[in-house]
């Protein structure tokens, strides 16, 4: 069955990183569009960034751009997001998904499969 485990989460500082990894198994990775998401407590859960198969197309969240990079390892079955300079306002929780698509989309309807999460939390 299709799985996506999350994993990198954290407590850390303002300005620091982190890297999350989404570890993929029960399909074809290589041929599908992966996205990360992000839920705040209170709040509705939100596009971050998202990569097509190949790589060869990235999209983020304005709020995140320039500090947060979405990659893929297709021979690792693995997507990432490597966070920099992290700000109190990216505390939540982190869902990678899989897009129904092989191409980018920001709406969380166009994914199938999620993944349980992993905790982000950044201290000011």
């Known amino acids: 069955q299709v799985q996506l485990v999350e994993s990198g989460g954290g407590l850390v500082r303002t300005g620091d990183s982190l890297r999350l990894s989404c570890q993929a198994s029960?399909?074809?990775?290589?041929?599908?569009?992966m996205g990360w998401f992000r839920q705040a407590p209170g709040k509705e859960r939100e596009f971050v960034a998202g990569?097509?198969?190949?790589?060869?197309?990235?999209d983020y969240a304005d709020s995140v751009k320039g500090r947060f990079t979405i990659s893929r390892d297709n021979a690792k079955n693995t997507a990432y997001l490597q966070m920099n300079s992290l700000k109190p306002e990216d505390t939540a929780a982190y869902y990678c998904?899989?897009?129904?698509?092989?191409?980018?989309?920001?709406?969380?309807?166009?994914?199938?499969?999620w993944g349980q999460g992993t905790q982000v939390t950044v201290s000011s």
């Open positions: 990569i097509d198969w190949t790589s060869s197309s990235t």
């Open positions: 029960g399909f074809t990775f290589k041929i599908y569009g």
């Open positions: 998904a899989r897009s129904r698509r092989e191409t980018i989309v920001r709406t969380p309807g166009h994914y199938d499969y």
